[in-house]
């Protein structure tokens, strides 16, 4: 077993929550953020020395324990730093020391990183930047102009100043992996301080890589729609994709599949896993039972473009790739209208992921997919030679049923249907 520790120190779902009662009790000694008129909010400042102090001393106590009981075990593999880290209700803390750091020159290690990076910063933060002449010197509202999205950027910056601290403290007594999580903005119609703001979401990403590059992962949770068009935010700028958390619900195993497969994830973790009734967790067991067996194929490909991922629900029923010499069609299982599901109005999230084997070889798994398969020469055909339904041990291919008739629907396709999980090789 592995494990990924949680630090709820100074800040979780944005509130200072985890922090002690003698902190939240003393805000003379530890600051709160405020509101533009004044009021104290649930939120530890990033501003004030004595804050980070006492988060750092606890994370350095916390990172040598570990190390003491299990540095040669290895159990636990990362560390996510704070939760969800995001300012509300504003876009920016608005306290005297806030105020003063706002007032100043904006730092000379985002200048540079902004310099430097120019050409590759995330197009949405290098609009932001350009909206003012790509200006290198002057204070937050001089360089980014007076707007709420220059109180996000101003914040983000902050916050990214004080975790790369604390992270730094931390992998000090013991050098793990370490990552920061996102609520995401999902409403994207929303403006700063509606939602979570300056946390390390996609438009801020290249703050949160400049102030914080201690941190090894950015990562989204996903509570929200459009799971694709975030992943995609998400593996900009060589960060690689890992979700920490996922909302427990159907469609989960084809949300892993696709991330694995498509995007070279290297995690997915369902909130609440162990909270569901046996019913509730079948898709995912079954779908971690399959990964699991392939794991070494999967980690053997990712990155070297012979994995890719679908997922499918009734608006999105249908993708190509193209897999060497191929046009892989996939496609929902319940296209095919072999189900009295297919009359529903919605269908069940499915997906699947394949590996390329060898230039007419694939492995297909997953669940509710179907595939065919086209030569991408012109005027030519591919025949499908054999389907094995199996499993993988130790990294090899063990062959059990061989799909031959009805199954392939006498040799048109590779199909899984939907409900059923299964891995399959073809040739």
């Not at 499908?384 to 291919?397: A, H, N, Q, W």
């Amino acid at each position: 077993m592995k494990l990924i520790f949680l630090w709820f120190g100074a800040w979780k779902n944005s509130m200072s929550c985890y922090a002690p009662y003698w902190v939240k009790k003393d805000q003379k000694r530890f600051p709160r953020a405020t509101d533009r008129n004044g009021i104290g909010q649930e939120i530890l400042s990033p501003f004030y020395e004595n804050n980070l102090v006492a988060d750092v001393k606890v994370f350095r106590e916390l990172m040598k324990h570990i190390k003491a009981v299990d540095a040669n075990e290895q159990t636990v593999i990362m560390i996510q730093v704070e939760n969800e880290i995001g300012m509300l209700p504003e876009a920016r803390d608005h306290n005297p020391a806030a105020t003063a750091m706002f007032k100043k020159t904006i730092p000379a290690q985002f200048f540079n990183y902004l310099k430097e990076n120019k050409e590759s910063l995330m197009p949405e933060f290098k609009a932001t930047w350009a909206k003012n002449g790509f200006k290198t010197s002057g204070n937050w509202e001089e360089v980014f102009g007076a707007s709420l999205a220059t109180d996000e950027t101003f914040m983000a910056w902050y916050y990214a100043d004080f975790i790369n601290k604390l992270t730094d403290a931390g992998k000090q007594e013991y050098n793990l992996p370490m990552y920061l999580n996102a609520a995401l903005n999902y409403k994207k119609e929303a403006k700063p301080g509606e939602y979570p703001s300056a946390g390390p979401l996609p438009h801020l990403m290249d703050v949160w890589k400049a102030g914080a590059p201690k941190i090894d992962l950015l990562s989204p949770d996903f509570y929200n729609p459009d799971y694709k068009y975030w992943n995609d935010l998400y593996v900009r700028g060589g960060n690689t994709l890992f979700i920490p958390e996922i909302r427990f619900e159907q469609g989960m195993a084809g949300k892993a599949f696709y991330a694995l497969g498509h995007h070279s994830a290297m995690g997915f973790s369902p909130f609440s896993i162990e909270n569901g009734a046996k019913d509730e967790t079948k898709e995912v067991t079954d779908a971690y039972k399959l990964l699991n067996e392939l794991q070494p194929l999967v980690l053997k490909h990712q990155g070297k473009g012979t994995i890719d991922g679908v997922m499918f629900d009734k608006a999105n029923n249908k993708q190509e790739l193209k897999m060497g010499d191929y046009i892989l069609t996939f496609s929902h299982d319940l296209n095919l209208g072999w189900s009295g599901k297919s009359k529903n109005e919605n269908w069940p999230i499915t997906g699947a992921l394949v590996v390329q084997l060898a230039p007419d070889e694939f492995i297909v798994a997953g669940t509710g997919v179907v595939v065919t398969f086209k030569p991408i020469a012109p005027n030519s055909r591919a025949g499908i030679g054999y389907i094995d339904e199996g499993v993988f041990k130790d990294g090899v291919f063990k062959p059990g049923l061989r799909f031959s008739g009805d199954q392939s629907h006498q040799g048109r396709h590779l199909r899984i249907p939907e409900g059923d999980f299964s891995t399959q090789k073809i040739k």
